[in-house]
């Protein structure tokens, strides 16, 4: 069993500031890439950003300048710092994990937390 636990959503003000949390726990061998989507009212799941085991990171245009992502490999856990909230950022952040099970198999499995809200008000 894996188990992703987020933490750190809420409602801000625009231009606040939030940080989530997602750690993995449960029986996997390792963790490759570990990211966050978002579920924004009337758009399709979105990625944030995603970072792989290596350090490399990717943003969603939409997010560049005001979003970090982060991990702390040693925790299993990946930080999403996010800056400048705009209203427009309002929506549930889900967090997953793509992870192998096991050290005789190189295939992916991924894994989702049970999503945190975080709303910007105007």
């Known amino acids: 069993q894996v188990h992703l636990a987020e933490s750190g959503g809420g409602l801000v003000q625009a231009g606040g500031s939030l940080r989530l949390s997602c750690s993995a726990s449960?029986?996997?061998?390792?963790?490759?890439?570990m990211g966050w989507y978002r579920q924004t009212p009337g758009k399709q799941r979105e990625l944030v950003a995603a970072?792989?085991?290596?350090?490399?990171?990717n943003y969603a245009d939409s997010v560049k300048g005001r979003v970090t992502i982060q991990r702390d490999n040693s925790k299993n856990t990946v930080y999403l710092q996010m800056d400048s909230l705009k209203p427009e950022d309002t929506g549930i952040y889900y967090c997953?994990?793509?992870?192998?099970?096991?050290?005789?198999?190189?295939?992916?499995?991924?894994?989702w937390g049970q999503g945190t809200q975080v709303t910007v008000s105007s």
């Open positions: 970072i792989n085991s290596g350090g490399s990171t």
């Open positions: 449960g029986n996997f061998f390792s963790i490759n890439v």
């Open positions: 997953y994990a793509d992870l192998s099970l096991d050290s005789s198999s190189s295939t992916n499995f991924r894994y």
